[in-house]
């Protein structure tokens, strides 16, 4: 199954719906890059997914939490094994990951990387 994201201004996707095989085929002729990622949904929070991606942006595994409110989003304990908020870098969103080369992205991932 193919699915494509329809997002807000401020990134928040407002819509999935499923597309063919030739409208996905179009749409890829119009990306910056390819990127492939597994996504998973934590058991324990149905808010929270996980990316892990691979090819070109191995490393990078992405914890999203998505909030119904600035006030749950305000008084969200974070998991344990979460690691740093990456959410003022470019690793934060699919549309500017692209658009990074391949050694601004070790750079950039390197910032978050625990030692």
Do not use: C, H
């Not at 191995?58 to 740093?84: A, H």
């Amino acid at each position: 199954m193919l699915e494509k994201e329809i997002l807000d201004k401020n990134n928040v996707i407002i819509e999935k719906i499923n597309i063919s095989e030739e409208e996905f085929n179009k749409l890829k002729k119009q990306a910056y890059s390819k990127i492939i990622r597994d996504s998973y949904l934590y058991l324990d929070d149905n808010r929270v997914s996980i990316k892990k991606y691979l090819d070109k942006y191995k490393g990078l595994i992405r914890v999203e939490v998505k909030f119904n409110s600035i006030d749950e989003m305000n008084n969200y304990e974070p998991e344990n094994w979460m690691e740093t908020e990456i959410i003022n870098s470019p690793l934060a969103f699919d549309k500017y990951l692209s658009k990074l080369s391949g050694q601004e992205f070790l750079v950039e991932l390197n910032k978050y990387i625990r030692k």
